[in-house]
Structure formats: structure tokens, C-alpha cells
């Protein structure tokens, strides 16, 4: 396994579930950078189970204990470590799953590359909960580009058939992002939490699970960072929110939606606005020729229903190689859609991040 | 610029559109490997326009010339440089956009990055010419991945809105692939040609542009390459995807769509099938927790229309700040679709070998 | 700063000599490998101090603890973890070094290039201790190779002007490096230990301190690990050992000698011996054309005496720019070659099990 | 092989001795600076042969051809791609090597490594030839580190058992590093040239070769460039001088032979001179805990003597494994030391122009 990302500012992420703790070492953050540890806590809040019935009822602490690189709040520069002590895992229920591997997780591919030797408790390192380290990891990237004057914010776009609005491609501001990305459950139209919520609790009654797209912006770039063919900034995004369990599709700006269009349609004219260029519609989510255009970068990830359901499901028992039927134990989420949304927020944030360093 | 791309197997990019050549290096190829030149050629015919009404007239003869790396058709195990010289350029189309960029265009962040040093004449480093070398890097990657047993071919899925059918994404073999990836115009359902190329002619007419959806497939990988978090398959292949001009959407398996989809329809069952796993459906593209699962890569790329159309564009004057009508000379694909088939192949090969090595 | 190294297995390195703990993550290690842990202790006991008079007086337990990447001594693939919590630190003697600097140490140039933020206490992240996180990760490196057949080996060359026997560049054997090196005090000729110690004494007497030379050797590397130009095997290793605080020098096989022989002297003949080529001499430390030879790999690093004396020295206050005359107060070692043994071990290791996964 | 250097910015080298090219792409280059081609074809006729006695009388024009990222002399922010065309090569001469290694050189590890599918002629990829692309890149980042106020510089440190004066390791000016290495025979004391040359004579005359040490310097560094650990200024150096065919050793500021001075002998004291720290002996080179100090870079490196020499030289026949007589054909340099000392410099530049970008 890799775990390292980033070419400017290196992370390296580790842990296993149910091992004795998770983290990450963050190298190449300038010195002299004063942490809000509070705002620190918040993302990291925003990501932990716990707080409501879309969510796994666990109950995790996830106190990130720096271990260097800061003191009394500022960086030093030498590179910050960061431990999160696991506790209050429930190991036994996972006991079946060593030779008969549950449909659409990693268990499968992971004996066969391992060859029986990955910790398979919680996931082991392929555990959603590694993206703890990666909400922390972008929350203090996401204080570094606020003194920059960028902001990252994200929503849910959708769960299931349920639909919030879309940003404003072309003209979604900082206040707009900060505003949605502190809400308890991110949504831009209030009215349709209820039905998303709905959406999931039918969902979890039924002993399944659901979906849903991640929207994401990032109002502030200067024009030009990135370049083209192998260090466009879609690149450099989509590599690490691939990094995300369960996102199984990234686009940008109109994404998919473009294919249909004319050009002429899906062109963004250019005007001037304040005495500064000014791109109409954004249809290419704030990226032209893999450089920043200056336009809010628009990003959308595709996350998937949570593989772990409650119900009986196909498999096969890698020992006898015969068909067996699963029923997964265990206290699952039956969306993790918003959760997700300070990881995909801290994903492209610390691409960001690496990219203007 | 940063023009280069993989960790195990290096492609280092080279080229402006209108200077004296393009090419590339790439490093760490397996020494003793017979290139087979001929399927190098048909590759590279593949992308080069010319052939039809979809494709830009002007001509380009894309021959590869080797300077070092192969001595008789087979590997040294020393960088394979290549270079393909440029020849037949209308430079003089291009003058008046030397201030007012185009729209959807690299114009205008390369001019605020490079500060006006960059090669504007064609496009320069960001000419969609520039994927002639990935096309030659692909198909020798493709050669080495078929005589590891695995097979990597795309066709169109859709060009505006007139779709293909898909990939039998659970089954799709070996020779379905070889079969569409070798057609002149590369569909699966034969009928679907005729509207299709009506839908670009129309465009032509009107002056206009359309873009498409790519299908790429890969059979025959051994179940573990790659791994999670930030090497998975899907990093890796999203990251060379979204190298290529025009691509604004990378999805896996379901993509976007699994995002509405319930777990209980999402997740892709095991079974046996001739003494082996077998996964069914096959939503997770052949991806699970980042490695890859066995079932066959399945992997969609959004193009866009074309952004150089010959109707009047609103842009503006970067020299004097005022707006402007632009109109774009020259001559133009009114789609890329078909010619981006064989370069999202490559792309896809060169990152499953990258991959593997 | 960047604290990472490796190109197939990942070693980023965190801490602060004073701060709460040190440690790193090893990524890219093979699945399933059973790590001998007391010969991880003894590796990590090799290079702390306290031992003897050669060494500070301050205490340390340097006990690795994993944090992930194990379960019951083996292996899972995920990265390795550890940590070492920092304990018995004075913080209290460094505060006069804050706006003078010592000779011959990182003070000045991190003092101009962190603005002042980075720990100062101990050296920070500069410290000697962020050796011992190298050590830990050599010492799985050495056990992993040592399945291989591989086996490094280091013993002190010189202290002062006392020198020990070199290894026989050309028929050094694992028996010889396996004995030196597990010596308390690591010389091939044990009448030297004597004259080496009193070497030390006597510049701990008169508040000074002394340099050495190490020479490490690895035997039963295959032939042609490695490649030329920026990969080669004296690349990558110089690469490593010059992160080692106070090496100033790295020479191969004859090294810097070599560089005054005629070519018939300096010529590693073949022969061949027990059915094998054999290569006489070894002038090249077992290093041609950048990959390894099958014969010894031969290299020493210089060791510059310990910077901290207790001598009166001439400096500068870096806040009025007036000279002082600085005395550093503390503990220190007279000579660290001792305990620098086990790192430039360490450290051949890593660099050569990076080389070859 | 991987021929590639450079975090920052990046240089991927390739090419055989007798193919039809060498060259390199250089990745990262600033857009608009101003290249002095006089001065890139003057240092390539530096290293270029055949100048006297101490040269192989074989004819290169190593004229470098641009192949991209350079417009009117103007770099263009694409990648530049140079070749050199090769000609006037005589294959014939090189064909008992196939089978018996010439000792000292790296046929015997690529035969193993590369099943002999390398191209041999002339050494291939392993040639000394290699070294002119790095003489390119050296030869553009010289002019970039110029324009910040950055010269590099090197001399003949000694051939044989012959020396000349070292630099002032404290005091050392641009203006002498200029004008030294601008000399046809690059040594600081005039009158040992002849004797240098006469050791060459003598050597050439015996059908022997001799090596030497080239000096370097870099003068006009910014305090606190490079980082400790793993990215020390000494890490990035040795890496890539180790990567120029027949380097063995490389040494900072007093290099090995500080190993056995006392620490007050060694260390560097502080004093200021015209109002700014000025760093006394500089017995560290211009390094300190791995970052730059202000004083100037004092780097050597050890050349061994030219391993093609025409006397009879012990060998194994590969195929039969019987030992051999070899008697290598040819024209061959009696001593590259004095071609090598444009490598030398090109190598410090690009690795510190790669450590400043």
C-alpha cells in the first residue's frame, strides 16, 4: 500500500480500525503558521459518527494529539504528526468475514493481495475511518488558504433521488460556502434535509442503504495554478478524491452534462466585471488547459450507498470456493453521504494546497 | 509545466503545435521487448486527423521516429525517446488571439501564467496535438499489457445525444474489445454510426461543436493491483485521464448513476463461474477499496464539444480590458470524439502498466 | 522541510528532540513478513546513548512503540507506524542559544530560514535523535534483506587519527559484517578500541570533540540493482547518508584513493571462483555503471567531530549583530562515531531494500 | 533504467552512444528568460573531445538541437527538449565485448541486468557521452542561477599524484570561479597544468589512464536553501554527481578530512564582516544541517582513472566462463578529468536550481 500524497506538501497517512491508533505526518507546511485548533475540532466533528441517525451509532472520539511540528499552536516547520487513539471497538463482529468477503468492499481484492495477512477488523486500514486524518489534514490546509483568501466549501448535491440546488457555477461566493459547509446537515435548500433524512431512514429500515454527490467549490484562486497534461489541477483533484472510499465518479464544472451539449452552449464567454475578467457560466468549473481560470473551481464526487447493509447477500467463501449467503453484523451507516462532506471539502483543499505551495 | 507523469514507468512529454517536433521519453521500460512497429503506426493513425468529416483537414503524417532506447524493434531497457516532427502548419490563423482569448481555451490563464511567452500558434504546449505522444506511449503499453493476458479497448458511448449501448460491464471479453477498438468509427451497435456522424455534420454546418462520452474497458488484470487511499486504480487512472484535453468527468462502473442507486442494487454479489470468483453486475468498475477486483475496468470519460467554433464568441480584449466579439479562424474539428478514442485507451494502458511494473 | 526518502518503501520521519515524541511511517512494506522485535531493540539500543564514556550521559529508552502495520509481530501491508515518546529532556540548558548561534551546527540557517519558529530546544527536528527513527527503520530493512541473503554490516574505520583494519573489499563475508557490527564497540581490529576510546577521552578532558570514519559493507546483493545516470546504487545511498547529521563525506570501494591510481592499478579484474565471475580487488566497492556488481558493496561515510564543545568559541547575536563569545552549557557526546555505527547501517539498508522492492 | 532527476524541476535524459540521438526534455523551466545559446555551445565545447592530448581524438559537433519550450530564445514555460545528433561513431571497433567484460566498466552488471539486450556500442545508454545533456541542462541552469545572482564554478583539483591550490573555502568570488572555469585547462595555479598534462602523457604513453578530483563551488546562495533530514543541500549534490560515470567519492568543505580533526579545529566560528554573519574556515562547505549557511558550496569530487586502457587486462568470457585475456580496441581519453569538470559544474547548478525553484 501507498499512503503518501502530495508533491509540494507531503501527507502520509496510517492506522488500521481497530489497531492502537490512526494518523498522519504532514511535511513541507511553512513555518510560523498559527492553528486554530477550535476550527481543527470542528471539521473534525463534522466527519465523526455519532451525532444523528444518518450515522454509524459508534462512538468515536477522534482527538487529533500533535506529536510535533507545533508549538503553542504554531508550526515550526519541521513536519506535523498527528495520532488519533482508537478506543471503543467492538472486534467480535467481524469474525465471519474472514474467508467469505462482503459484496463491493475491499475484502475480497485485499486476501488476495495480502494474502490473509491485512487486518480485516473494521476494515483495517481500508476503514472509512482513515479518512479521519484527512479531514484533519485539510482543515489546516483549509486555514492556510483562508489567509490566502481562498475558501473551500462543499454540500450534498444529492441523496438517493433527493436533490439540493447546485451552486451557482460562475458566481458562488465565500460567504455562501462557509455558510453551507457549517450547516449540521450541508445543504443549500433548507427544505430538502427533511426529505433526504427521510430518504435514509427509509433506507436503514429496510436494512439497505443509500448514495449521493458530493458538490464542492473553491472561490479565490488566482488564474494559473496547475498547468496542462500531467499536473492539471482536475488531475491533481481527482487523484486524491479517488483516495476516498465509496466516491466512484469526479467531474467538473458541467461534468457529464457537457458531452450533450453544442459548444456553443457549453462555451463560457468572457465579460468584464469591476474592471476584471469575468468567465460567464463556468461550464468548465474553474479549469481551462488544467490551469485555474480564475473561476470558482467546481467539482462534483459520486459517492456510493454503503456496501455494508443489513441484508442477505451473494458470496462465497474463499476457503471451500462455494456460493454462501452473507449477512453482515455490525452497526453501519446507511449513508455516510454527510459525513463525507468535510473529507471531500479537506480532499480538495489539501490538493489545493499542494498545488500552490 | 509539469509534463510528466508515472512512478515506475516515466512519460515525459515534449512539444509545441506549430514548433519542430513533439514527442517524449519513457523510462523503465522491461529490456528485450519486440515492439511490434506496425501496431504503433495503426495507433497513431487512429488519432491523426484527416480521415473524415468529423476531423479537422488539415494533415499530419504522426510517423514516429525512435532516437534511442530500441535497436532492431526490440527494448534496451534504456529511456525510449521518440520524436514526431511537425510539418504542414498554417501558423498566421492564429494572430488575433494573441489578446483576446478564446473561450473554454487555455488562452487566457496560459497568458496570465506564462505572462505571454507561451507558443500561442496552434495551441503550443496545450495543443490537443500533444496527445499524439500519449497515443505512441499507449500502444506500447498496450503491447506489454497483452502479453501479461490483459486487453484495454474504448468506443464511443455517446457524441451529442446519440448513445451507443455499453459494455456488458460484468462480461465484456477480450475480443469485443479488440473487435471495437479496431473499427473505423468505433461503436458497438454498427447503427448508431450513421447518427452519430449526422450529429457532428449538423454541428459542422451550424457552425458548432459537439462532445461525447468515452467507454474504456481493461480485461485480464490479476485481482490486487493498486491499493487504497491515495494509489488506488482510480487515482491513477483519473490523474492521466484528466491529462487529456477536453475530458471534464472520469466515472467507474455505475458512476454517477450509483449515487440514486440502494446498496441492495449498488453492490456487486459474488458467485462461482467456472471454478472462479465471479462478480456479478459489476457496478464498481472492477475497482474495490482501490485494487483492483478481477472483474473487467470499467471507466467513462465526458469530453466536451470542441471550443474553437466559427460563431461569433464574446470575449475579451486583455490588452485594453474591453470586450469583444471574437471570431475564431482556421480550421477545426467540429468533434474530437472519434480521434480521443485511441488517446483514452492509452491513457488507460500507460496508467495500468505504470501500475503493474 | 522534507523528511521523506524512498521511491518503492516510503520512510517519513516526524519529531522534535524536546517535543512530545518521534517517530515515522514505513510505507510499502511487504504483507505478511514476521518482524524479529528483540533484534529491533538491540538495533535501537546500539545507537542510544548513556552506554559509556564515548556518549552523553543523558538517558533515554528510545522503545519503539507500533502504532499500525503489525499485528502479532507480522506484518499487514498498511503502513508501519511507530512512535517514541521523548522523556528526561532539560529543556532549561538551550535558552542562550536562541539569538546565538552555535558553530558548526543548523542554528544560524534554520534560525534565517524558519523566521525563528522552528524548536529550537535540543536541536528540534535537527537533532541527532531523529536518528533513531532511521535505526528502527533500518532495522526492519536489514531483516527483510537478510531473508534475501543480504547482509550490512558497519564498524568505525577511524576516530582522530586512530584508524582500525578495513574490510577486505573484495571477499568481506556476512560472518565478518554479523560479528563487527554486533560488537559493543564495533572494530575489526579490537587493539584499536583502547586507543580509540583514549582518543576520546582526551578530547572529552580538554572539552573538545572528535570525527571517524565508517565503513559499511553489504554482501550477497544480486548483480544489476541499480541503473545508471540517476539511479544508480552510489546515487541513492549517498542520498541517504548524507541525511545523517554530521557526514561530510561518501566515498565507494577505493573512494577518494582511487583518484590517484593509474587505471591498470584502479581495474577490477575478473576471474572466476567457485563456478561464479569473481571480481578481484574491488576498487569499485561493488558498484559499476551504477548498478551492483555481485561483488561488496564498500562505502564510507566521514563523521565531522560533535559541533556542541564546551570550549569557549566565537559567535554572532543574531539580534545586534555584535560577535560574542558563546559557551554552550549541557551534556554532549565527545564523539558520537560509536553510536553513529548503527544509522550509517541503517541507512545502506533502507537505501538498498528501497533499490530493490 | 530511470534517467530522471529533479523534484522541481526535472530532467529525464536519453540516448546510446552510437544510436541516432542523444538529448533531454528539462521540466519546470520559467516561461521568459532570456537563454544565451554562445554560452550553452561554449560549455558544450568544454566537454566535448578531442580539444588535445588528454581528449580522445574521436570528433563530435555536439551541437544541441531545440526542440521545444524555447521561441526566439525565449523559454516558453513548455518543456524543453534538446537532441544531439550522433555521427562519426565506429561500431566495428566494440564487438569482442559482447562476451568479456572490460573490467572496471558496467558491461558486466547490464549484461546480467538487461540479458543482453543493451545496446553495447560504445557503452549505449552507460556512455561517458551521456554526460553532454547534462552539460545542456547544467549549461541553461547556470544562466537562471546567474541571473539571482549565483555562480557556480569548478577547477582540476588534482590528476594524479599532481594538485593544484584548493579554493578558498571562506572566501572564494564569483569572479574567480569564472575565471577558472573558463580556463582551456581549468586549474587556479597556472604552472601545474604542464604537470598535469605530463602525467596524462606518460599515462597515455604506457597504454594507461589516471583519474583526478574536480573542485567546486557555488558562490551567492541565500541562507537556509534545502532541508535536513532527507533533503539536505549535500543529499540533492551527491545524488546527482554520483550520477556522472566514474564519480567515487564526493565530499563537502573539509570532506574526509575532517573526520580527524578536534571539533574546535573544525568548527566554522561566526564573525561579522560588512555587516552581515560571516561564517570563518567554512570546513562545512556552505552546509549546515543540510541547509545552506551563506558560505560558499565547497563540494569534490573523486574520478577514477578512465577504465578503458589498452594494456592486457584480466577477464571471463560470459558465454564459456572461462577467464580471458582482453585487449579493449579503440581511442580512448587517458584521463577525462579535465572534460569532467564541465559536467561537474553542471551537475552542482542543476541540482541547486532544482533545490531553489
Redesign the interface.
Known amino acids: ?5 502530495g ?1 509540494n506538501i ?7 480500525s481497530h ?5 498522519c ?1 504532514i ?2 507546511l511553512p ?2 503558521f498559527e492553528l486554530d485548533m477550535e476550527k481543527i475540532y470542528f471539521e473534525m466533528a463534522r466527519r465523526a459518527p455519532g451525532k444523528d441517525k444518518t450515522a454509524t451509532p459508534r462512538l468515536e472520539k477522534d482527538i487529533p494529539i ?4 507545533v ?1 503553542d499552536n ?8 498527528m ?1 488519533i487513539e482508537n478506543s471503543n471497538t467492538k472486534s467480535g463482529d467481524y469474525s465471519n468475514l474472514m474467508s467469505v ?1 462482503r ?8 486476501y ?8 480485516i477488523r473494521g476494515g ?3 476503514s472509512g475511518r ?1 479518512t479521519a486524518p484527512i479531514v484533519f489534514a485539510g482543515a489546516v490546509a483549509k486555514q492556510i488558504l483562508e489567509q490566502k483568501g481562498i475558501t473551500v466549501g462543499a454540500h450534498i448535491k ?1 441523496i ?2 433527493v436533490s439540493d440546488k447546485g451552486f451557482d457555477m460562475a458566481e458562488v461566493t465565500a460567504k455562501q460556502l462557509k455558510d453551507v459547509s457549517s450547516k449540521a446537515f450541508a445543504v443549500i435548500d433548507n427544505d430538502v434535509e427533511d426529505k433526504m433524512r427521510q430518504a435514509v431512514e427509509e ?1 436503514r429500515l429496510s436494512l ?6 458530493i458538490e464542492c467549490a473553491a472561490v479565490g484562486l488566482p ?2 495554478i496547475g ?6 489541477v ?3 483533484l ?6 476516498i ?1 465509496a ?10 452534462d ?15 466585471k469591476d ?1 476584471r ?1 469575468f468567465i ?1 457560466k463556468n ?3 474553474g479549469v ?7 473561476a470558482p473551481i467546481i467539482v462534483r464526487a ?8 443489513s ?1 442477505e ?4 467463501n ?1 476457503q471451500t ?3 454462501e449467503t452473507l449477512v453482515i453484523k455490525g452497526r453501519h451507516d446507511p449513508c455516510i453521504v454527510p459525513r463525507a462532506v468535510p473529507v471531500i471539502e479537506a480532499a480538495v483543499a489539501f490538493g489545493l494546497l499542494d498545488l500552490m505551495m
Open positions: 500500500m501507498s499512503s503518501n500524497f508533491q507531503k501527507l502520509s497517512v496510517f492506522g488500521e489497531g492502537s491508533a490512526i494518523g505526518i511535511d513541507g513555518a510560523g500533535i506529536l510535533s511540528g508549538i504554531i508550526t515550526t516547520g519541521a513536519p506535523l504528526a495520532e468477503p459484496p463491493s468492499h475491499s475484502d475480497y481484492p485485499a488476495v493481495k495480502y494474502n490473509g495477512n491485512n487486518d483495517g486500514h481500508f482513515l444529492s438517493s433521488d433506507a439497505d442503504s443509500v448514495g449521493g454527490v488564474v494559473g498547468s496542462n497534461i500531467f499536473s492539471t482536475e488531475s491533481k481527482a487523484s486524491i478524491l479517488f483516495a472510499p466516491v466512484k465518479g469526479v467531474e467538473f464544472g458541467a461534468g457529464f457537457i458531452a450533450a451539449m453544442h459548444g456553443s452552449q457549453a462555451n463560457d464567454p468572457y465579460s468584464v474592471g475578467v460567464e461550464n468548465n468549473g481551462l488547459g488544467g490551469m485555474t481560470s480564475g459520486a459517492i456510493k450507498p454503503t456496501p455494508s447493509i441484508q447477500q451473494k458470496s462465497v474463499l470456493m462455494e456460493e
